[in-house]
């Protein structure tokens, strides 16, 4: 059957938020099959524990956070920025983990997913006496606020199409619209390496509002009103667009489950990504579903390039 995932070790790094500029401190450890991705916020007594769940994704203004209750003592308890983690995870093939972090933002480390990456290759992973579980959508479902959509359809597999509009001389000159489907190509190769990326006129305002205190050059793309600011330039001319569909891997990675889907959207964010798993979930435009045997399985998950 096809196995859940979990990792062999526990592992730490220690990274700065990008939003807070606070501290934080991570460790990933192992967990039980069907615990799912569970955030822990260990500089809390007692811990507070925070599941995975799009019905939990209560804030997404530049990033994707969760919130550990509806209301009483918990409700103000947060883990902020999970997306970059999340994407890492869900290209990894990890379903059960637990998270422990000493502040309320998971650390942004170079603005991209690899450094996640890098840290479960580094625990290693380890399949597990349970079978793996899929959101498999059934019907199409979309979101549309003005130019801004986002859609997900039945596919045998997981296929992303993302196009970007910024009306920025610096983005304009590269890639607008890229397309993958895991089922040939490697999220390791192509899409962990994407930074994410801001605008430096932006940053007073940002700033003012409690966001982007712990970003520099060192964790995100930065430009001004004309060029790209970061000496070394871009990881590749298509990182803009693709930094889009790692965020969007993410976000949909937080409904609990990998989705067997094809997902396209234009101008899209965490918000949107959101509205939409909960879209599909309010028009139960899905099924759960497992596979007995590897071969019945679409090829992305029957395949192993966790390390390609």
Known sequence: MMRQRTIKTPVSTTGVGLHSGKRVELTLRPAPANTGIRFRR???DPVVDIACSALRVTDTRMASTLTAADDGPKAAVKIATIEHLMSALA???VDNLLVDVTADEI?????????FVFL???????????????????????????DKWARLEPYFGFKLRFSIDFGHPAIDATEQMYEVDFATTSYLKEISRARTFGFMQDVEMLRSHG????GSLENAIV???????????LRSNDEFVKHKILDAIGDLYIVGHPMLAQYTAHKSGHAINNKLLRAM????????VSFSEKREAPPMFAMDWSYA
């Open 42 to 44: 260990v500089d809390l």
């Open 91 to 93: 290209g990894l093939g």
């Open 107 to 115: 650390p942004i480390l170079d603005g991209s997913s690899g450094s």
């Open 120 to 146: 479960v290759q580094s625990a290693g992973l380890v399949e597990q006496a349970a079978s793996k579980k899929f959101y498999r959508v059934t019907k199409p479902v979309e979101v549309v606020e003005g």
């Open 211 to 214: 966001l982007a205190q712990g």
């Open 223 to 233: 430009m001004d009103e004309y060029r790209v600011l970061n000496s070394e330039g």
């Open 281 to 288: 979930l309010d028009q139960q435009a899905f099924e759960i």
